[in-house]
């Protein structure tokens, strides 16, 4: 009892790593289980897949950085890295897209910073982008939902071949929304116009829709988003201040020039909105720390989302903004501090008159 | 060869090389490395212009004031620069093509100016060419090195178009490793040439460390 | 209008100087340990680049043009930068001695920084006009100044970091510009839109 | 063919001028810094650096001659705000932190010869001639200059006492879990 | 009753059920007290007695030195069996000068100043002197000395005496009986104390979470229009005086202020209790009311402690232990100090012995920061203490300086909350030690910097002297100076 | 004395600007004329990859005219001649794609036939978009022999517009711009015919340089 090593308080909260990453995991069982359902057995053996090669690599960096293995698995961020980059991936995309993708994900995003909570980038962003920059044409493979069990469906044998052998039967493939309002436009098809053929927004909300593994159902993201919020895990800034700042300058443009600029609502059920906004934006790791912080990443992030979207070569942004926003982190955390007790934003102490709040 | 060209020419080539050691040239190190041949070509021209410069600069030492120091550098290289770039494009035109907008660059790369500075100006002709050659082969050195890494990870080929730069003669360098298609396009993209430069900087580390040599952990003026 | 505002994103965002032009890279991982530090050489050199590129301007189209000298551009562009570098230092020291402990010991690094030429020649290439070069000018070295100064902040938070010891300096610097040119590819593409 | 040199020429001309110029106007200035340095040394002048004072130290530093880590009684302190001062990274990892010490006279040994009285630069030590000496622990920095110069060796330098007035906890441990570099 | 919110904050497992329905006992008088010389922030005391001096109870056996210091005074009667050096009842175990007495078991009253009959005619003066006299230290915590605390009413305009009976660290409840039990005492000592403050307003804080004593307190106060009683929220740190001040009135400290600069003083209810006793009665500081508590004790208890009964009397009044307790901490699990020895005496400031065991810390091994936030948003001071620590960890303290590390309270409200168990409080007071020291230093260095100017003048002033006079003697010194010049 | 200094620094920096100028100005002479036969060369070159040489006895530089395009843009026209006869015509033509403007050649013979196109700068994404390029694919190829009418000029589309032409997988807008300035190309020969073949017409080979 004579060698005291550390200084107080000697108690603590429940809270742990652990228990944070199992918390959002939990938040994702939802729409997860829901779109592997949608997508079928070629999904459930991209996720597997893609979780598998992240937890591997994450384990092989770590045995090279001579770091406790099993201890650092256990605090499940490379799984939760790894789930959402399946996630942001097209459902029956190749086998090798998983693995890749992974590989940049830890290898690159997260290891070389010193690993868990030192890296700058989302690495799951990371690990989607640098394979949608170099295999556009597999990462922009799209498929209509095809029910587990459902007629049409691929079963299991030929989910082997989708996944294994890249035999994507062409029959299935489908535009997504985003992407298809984009060529239209670029051929001179007004939105307007364009927007009859997309699915509707009770489907596009159900999550009866093309899109990446993940992303579709904005109803159980959102369920899962609360979730969150409920268990204080996120705060409300940065999921209101993405979508509310995309919806507000779509909703404009979309005033201005319908023909051209699809609606705010159209943005919102459109692509990763959802799934970028409570779950994406929100790594921790990358985002600023103070509230206010996070108001400025998240209109940062919707604005850029648009932006993207409307004016740039891809037709989805959410990832692009995240790393964009990610860039800007550490500058916006250093600008908003918060206000220390009993001195000015400047840091100076208050003024003995100006006391009153 | 002496001791002291013996460290000129290791220092050049690999202990102080301009690319991974002190970083400098980082424009040309990036923009010209999308294939081995690129890198190559980029490299050579340096080379020559370093070279050339270094003797120009430490034959005319004595006669240059502190003052007009620099521009009077700067002259030297940028008329070395434009002379390449002229004796290229009549007589090497195919190179030409392929380097491009980068030749008048080497203007303001910052090796050639950063050698000058550090060595030409103040050591005699011969050691001081030696300087600038052998700088400038490390840089080839790097640069083909990043070149080669991009180009085989992200198009599958090796000194595709060597032929181009060096004559017929070459084109068995000129190797298809894999489906164009197959490549991780970012490779060769802006993103690509980071990395790759970024990993050769960490696998000289460990061949340094290997050798038991001491880390270098900053760039030439990273404390500014 | 439209056209100048495209003009000003694309040099800015799209065709960022240091990420997808690669030029100015030397001063990107050089000074760019400390967020002040980038914001003074971002400032120094846009005011360079600027000056720099309107009179280079002049000189390509009053001298080089006219008199077929077109192989002389690098030789009197390079020039002309050095003079600007250092007139700027003269013309900052006296007008402004706070501003010149701010930019001062940028200056000289100014000159050897490729940005500068490049975006010099760029505008020949791009046969611009007089306001168009200027603003194009202008916008590269805000997309200059821009990355710099994120770049910087990441580089703050990594000196924070444990980074491996293999990573640490230099290839971790080299590996977030990689992953930032990465986020800026996000923007390709827009000109044509 | 004259135009391209004469007009190089030219704009050589004007530019060489125009530096010369520049440089005489840049060249008056003198160096501000040595000054500034000199304030943050210890100004003990006790030569433990090298040099002859804490000036010359600081113009050594000034001209960037000397490493910032030689001034043994300023301690890590000084080194930090040198380094801050001349924009360098301080090397912390050759400097070994003894923390502050003062100096301590065994009074049976001292035979009150002086020397230490002379030597000491903060006039720290008490006494008189053949008189035994002590020592003022407030003003004494450490320098050991008298631990030198004592003839009987009745001098040591002891490490300032840890009291509970100037306790306080050291640097928590690096976390299990962290890295293994 | 309007509130004002306050930043932050954190909502710790209470625990308080474990001790709050115990009611004051008195410990049986131990063997031996061991009263140190400092048991309050300023200088020691000097000793009055010495070793074999019998002493009665109430008896000043050390006087204040200086400004800011306070007296001791025998807690019972007896012999002094020493003065001597043994560890103080702080982390470092380091020892302090203390007296040892031996108590006679009589309890044996000394002579004690007169009562003050009326306090509220008395000149103000007169009544901080006996809070002077009569060692009354704060008893919340800092243990500053209250008489000089009290100075401050000839200083400022004060408008509020402020009593903090938020208790707020989890554990505790030596305030909450006090207020249940001793209402009236704490009430006429508050009103002694803005007497002397010359505040004609008395408001008292009392968190929630004690309903019984803010019952029993308002209606102690019924009586007298200046004084009302607030609830405050259950909202750890409320019970630091800044953040009462601020939910309470709206007014914000500034930094490097004191809450006096804005006309309010805040004490603790215990401190008001013991003036009250110092006033009435004469009696100086001697016992205080100690919380034991934690799952370790086999009896938690509240304990009116004689000053200078060791730690290890109070445990085993209590039963002793049921359990290994991991730590055991002087004051609350939240800013409370580890004691390194349970032979540490409890002095004035020791509110709370907690005998804690490995579940009830919860400490466990450090992770990565992953930069979730919470720090930053339950810091009640404003502060963003992963950064801070951050820089810390890489020796930048000048950094962490500039972010404010002097400006935290050590609440620890941060080391609870954060999911990676970085020790942050402990990385936040090993810098401000730092600082100290360095800040320390420098003085120092300041001064040897002019003494060693004097000096030089001095010795310049010498050569000179001696100069002229060689001069003087005779112009034939010329060869001496060669043969000076030859053998140097 | 500083005056001096001034001065002397000038003179240095002229010193070197006159050598080294009078340098350079040496070599550009000794090179301006392989220089300017290398700029020939290569136009010609890529000339030759539209029409081929065996269709022309003249020089396609010399007898070059210049024009404004539907954009009012200035664009060279090259003609090819036999014994005369006008055997070819050679301008570049503009499409826009995904990666911005593409730059064309497109060689067609008097009848309006293509005679072969070829992609001179594009910034089209390597690996999906740079297919255009002859060295990358040889779907560029494919025109040769076409014309408006063969196939119908409702039918100058990329299948996914209901054309003929196929789209690269994965990329759309490239093949796209580039049917479509090739058709534009040809109705603009259609439209200009009489002042395309016109010899009267002054010639750009004087306004060649660098
Ligand atoms: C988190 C996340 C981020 C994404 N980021 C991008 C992106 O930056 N660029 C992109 O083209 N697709 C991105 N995608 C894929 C698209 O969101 C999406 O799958 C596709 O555009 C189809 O959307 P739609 O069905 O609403 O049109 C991302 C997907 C997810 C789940
Ligand atoms: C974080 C923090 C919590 C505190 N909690 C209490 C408390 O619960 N009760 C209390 O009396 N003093 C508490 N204090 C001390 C008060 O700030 C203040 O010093 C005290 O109330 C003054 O009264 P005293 O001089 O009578 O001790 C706390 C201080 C801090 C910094
Ligand atoms: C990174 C990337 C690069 C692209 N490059 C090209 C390109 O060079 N040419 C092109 O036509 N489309 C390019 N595209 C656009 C798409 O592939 C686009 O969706 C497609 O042209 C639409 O055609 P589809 O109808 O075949 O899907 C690119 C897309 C991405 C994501
Ligand atoms: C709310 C929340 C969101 C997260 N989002 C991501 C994410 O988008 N991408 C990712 O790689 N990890 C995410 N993580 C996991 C973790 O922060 C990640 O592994 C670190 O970025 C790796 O250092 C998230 C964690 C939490 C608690
Ligand atoms: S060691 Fe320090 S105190 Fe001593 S002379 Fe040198 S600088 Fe001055
Ligand atoms: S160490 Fe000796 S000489 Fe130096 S200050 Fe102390 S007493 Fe004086
Ligand atoms: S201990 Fe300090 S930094 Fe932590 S929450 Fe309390 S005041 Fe803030
Ligand atoms: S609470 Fe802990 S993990 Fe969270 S930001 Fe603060 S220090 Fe980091
Ligand atoms: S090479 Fe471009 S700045 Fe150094």
Known sequence: ??????????????????????????????????????????????FCITIGACVAVEAGCLSLADRPVKQTLSDYSALLTGWLLAMSLPPWAPWWVGV?????????????????????????????????????????????????????????????????????????????????????????????????????????????????????????????????????????????????????????????????????????????????????????????????????????????????????????????????????????????????????????????????? | MTAEYKTIVRDGLWDNNGVLAMLLGMCPTMAMTNSATNGLGMGLATAVVMAASSLLVSLFRSRITQEVRIPVFILIVASMVTLVDLCMNAWMHELYKVLGLFIPLIVSNCLPLARLEAFAAKEPVLPSFMDGLFMGAGFTLALTAIGAVREITGSGTLFSDASLLLGPAFKFMEMQLMASDKGVLMMILPPGGFLVTGLLVVGKRMLDVRAGKAIQMGGAHSAA | MKEYVLLMISAALVNNVILARFLGLCSFMGVTTRIDTAVGMGMATTFVITVSSMLDWGVEAFLLQPYSLGYLRTVTFILIIAAAVQFTELIVRKVSPPLFQMLGIYLPLITTNCAVLGVALLLVEGRMNFIGATLFAFASSIGYSLVMVMFAGLRERLALAEIPRMFAGPPIGFIVASLLALAFMGFSGMSAG | MFVAIGSLTVMGVVLGGLLGAAARFLAVEENPLEEELKELLPGSQCGQCGFVGCSQYAAALAKGEADITLCAPGGKAVIEVLAKKLGVKADLSGHEEKGPEHAFIVEDLCIGCTRCIRECSTDAIMGANKLMHTIIVEACHGCAKCEKVCPTDAIAMVPVKVTLANWHWQKPEVEPVAHAH | MKLYPIRGGIHPEY??????????????????????????????????????????????????????????????????????????????????????????????????????????????????????????????????????????????????????????????????????????????????????????????????????????????????????????????????????????????????????????????????????????????LLARVVTVSGAAIRTPNNILTPIGARVTDLIDFCGGFVARPESIVNGGPMMGQPLSSLEAPVVKGTSGILALTAEEINDKPTSPCIRCGTCVTICPCGLSPLDMAAFIKKDKLDVSA???????????????????HIPLVHYFNYAKGVLRDLDAETRKSDRIKSLAEVRTIRLEKAAEAKRAALAARKPAAQSATAEEKVSA | MKQQHMLSHGLILGVFCLGFGALLAVTDMLTAKDISARALEDRLNSLSQVIPTTLHDNNLVKDAIVMKNEHGKEITVYR???????????????????????????????????????????????????????????????????????????????????????????????????????????????????????????????????
């Not at chain 5, 509020?160 to 208790?167: D, P, S, Y």
């Not at chain 5, 500039?402 to 990676?420: E, H, I, N, Q, T």
């Open chain 5, 402 to 420: 500039k972010l404010g590390v002097m400006d935290c309270v050590s609440c620890g409200s941060c080391s609870w909350a954060c999911p990676s």
């Open chain 1, 1 to 46: 009892m004579n060698s005291i090593k550390r200084s107080g308080p000697f108690t603590h909260s429940y809270n742990t790593v652990q228990k944070t990453m199992f918390t959002v995991l939990l938040a994702l069982m939802p729409a997860t289980l829901f779109n592997l359902y949608l997508f079928g057995w070629p999904a459930i053996l991209l």
């Open chain 5, 15 to 284: 625990r308080k059920e474990l001790a709050s329905e115990k009611a004051i006992v008195v410990l049986p008088m131990p063997h031996s007290l061991y009263i140190p010389l400092q048991q309050h922030i300023g200088a020691p005391a000097e000793v009055l007695v010495k070793e074999g001096d019998r002493v009665k109870k109430g008896q000043m056996i050390a006087r204040s030195q200086g400004a800011v210091s306070a007296p001791q005074h025998a807690s019972t009667s007896g012999t002094i069996k020493a003065i001597t050096e043994v560890p103080a009842p702080h982390p470092s175990g380091l020892p302090q000068t203390t007296i040892i007495i031996e108590a006679d078991g009589l309890d044996e009253w000394g002579e004690l100043p007169p009562s003050i009959e009326d306090p509220f005619v008395t000149d103000p003066a007169e009544l901080r002197a006996r809070v002077a006299q009569s060692g009354i230290v704060g008893m919340g915590g800092a243990a500053f000395p209250a008489a000089v605390k009290l100075g401050l009413g000839a200083q400022k305009k004060l408008d509020t005496l402020l009593l903090n009976g938020a208790e707020c660290e989890p554990y505790l409840t030596c305030d909450d009986r006090l207020m249940r039990e001793y209402a009236d005492e704490i009430i006429d000592g508050a009103r002694i104390m803005a007497r002397a403050l010359g505040t004609p307003r008395i408001v008292i804080g009392i968190e929630e979470n004690k309903p019984q004593a803010a019952e029993i307190m308002t209606r102690a106060a019924a009586a007298f229009p200046m004084i009302e009683v607030f609830t405050v929220p259950v909202q750890y740190p409320m019970g630091s005086e800044r953040h009462l001040v601020q939910a309470i009135t709206g007014l914000e400290t500034p930094a490097r202020k004191l809450t006096a600069d804005l006309g309010i003083v805040v004490h603790n209810v215990a401190t008001t209790r013991a003036v009250h006793h110092a006033v009435r009665f004469g009696r100086p």
């Open chain 1, 100 to 357: 890749l993708a992974a590989v940049f994900a830890i290898a690159l995003a997260k290891h070389p910073f010193g690993g868990l909570g030192q890296n700058v980038f989302n690495p799951a962003m990371v690990g989607r982008t640098v394979l949608l920059v170099s295999f556009p044409v597999a990462m922009t493979a799209w498929v209509l939902p095809h029910p587990l069990f459902s007629a049409g469906a691929p079963g299991l044998v030929e989910a082997f071949a989708i996944t294994f052998g890249g035999n994507m039967p062409d029959t299935m493939s489908s535009a997504s929304a985003l992407g298809y309002v984009k060529t239209e436009l670029s051929r001179g098809i007004p939105v307007t116009q364009s927007m009859a053929q997309v699915p509707d927004l009770m489907d596009r909300m159900m999550g009866y829709r093309a899109g990446s593994l993940g992303e579709t159902s904005a109803i159980l993201i959102l369920l899962g988003g609360l979730f969150l919020m409920y268990k204080r895990i996120i705060s409300w800034h940065i999921p209101l201040s993405v979508m509310g700042s995309l919806f507000l300058i779509a909703s404009i443009f979309n005033l201005v020039d319908p023909a051209h600029y699809a609606s705010g609502l159209f943005h919102l059920f459109s692509g990763a909105t959802f799934l970028g906004a409570f779950f994406i934006a929100t790594d921790y790791v990358t985002s600023p720390v103070s509230k206010k912080g996070q108001l400025v990443f998240g209109v940062g992030c919707g604005l850029l989302i648009w932006l993207i979207r409307n004016f740039a070569g891809y037709p989805e942004g959410v990832a692009f903004a995240v790393l964009l926003m990610n860039g800007l982190s550490p500058i916006i955390d250093q600008y908003t501090r918060p206000r220390m007790f009993g001195r000015t934003s400047k840091g100076e102490p208050l003024p003995l008159s100006g006391g009153k709040l």
């Open chain 6, 80 to 210: 090819a001649t036999k014994e005369g006869q006008i055997t070819g015509l050679a301008y570049e033509i503009f499409g826009s794609g995904y990666g911005g403007e593409i730059k064309l050649m497109l060689g067609i013979d008097a009848t309006g036939k293509i005679l072969g196109v070829r992609a001179l700068a594009h910034k089209e994404t390597p690996g999906l978009g740079d297919k255009i390029d002859a060295k990358k694919g040889d779907w560029i190829l494919r025109f040769s022999g076409l014309s408006l009418g063969n196939p119908p000029v409702e039918k100058w589309k990329v299948k996914k517009d209901g054309g003929q032409f196929d789209q690269f997988a994965g990329a759309t807008i490239t093949p796209r711009g580039v049917v479509g300035a090739i058709k534009k190309g040809l109705e603009f020969y259609a439209a200009n015919k009489e002042q395309m073949i016109d010899f009267g017409a002054p010639k750009a080979s004087a306004k060649e340089e660098h």
